[in-house]
């Protein structure tokens, strides 16, 4: 079993920056795909960023892009969520999750830290 707890959320203003961070415990996580995910009040739950277990390699979002780093220290078994330039619509609960390489979806899910941004 994998135990993922988000931090760093909070209340920030538009423009404004944050780092997540996503703790595993219970296993090493170096051999798991780590994606972030965040749900806005009354959406669905989408897609924000993943990062494969090598950290080589990095996916993103289209609303998220050029603005948002995720990162990973497998020494720490952490991996992090660098926001900047935040927008009022990136107000969302966010949620760490992770995959097993040989697995077709995500294996884990974090409780999710909450992020608001100010207008």
């Known amino acids: 079993q994998v135990q993922l707890v988000e931090s760093g959320g909070g209340v920030v203003q538009a423009g404004g920056s944050l780092r997540l961070s996503c703790a595993a415990s219970?296993?090493?996580?170096?051999?798991?795909?780590m994606g972030w995910f965040r749900q806005a009040p009354g959406k669905e739950r989408e897609f924000v960023a993943a990062?494969?277990?090598?950290?080589?390699?990095?996916t993103y979002a289209d609303s998220v892009k050029s603005r948002f780093t995720v990162s990973r220290d497998n020494a720490k078994n952490t991996v992090y969520l660098q926001m900047n330039s935040l927008k009022p619509e990136d107000t969302a609960v966010y949620s760490c999750?992770?995959?097993?390489?040989?697995?077709?979806?995500?294996?884990?899910w974090g409780q999710g830290t909450q992020v608001t941004v100010s207008s």
């Open positions: 999750a992770a995959q097993y390489f040989s697995s077709s979806k995500y294996n884990y």
């Open positions: 219970g296993r090493t996580v170096s051999s798991y795909t």
């Open positions: 990062i494969r277990p090598s950290g080589s390699r990095m």
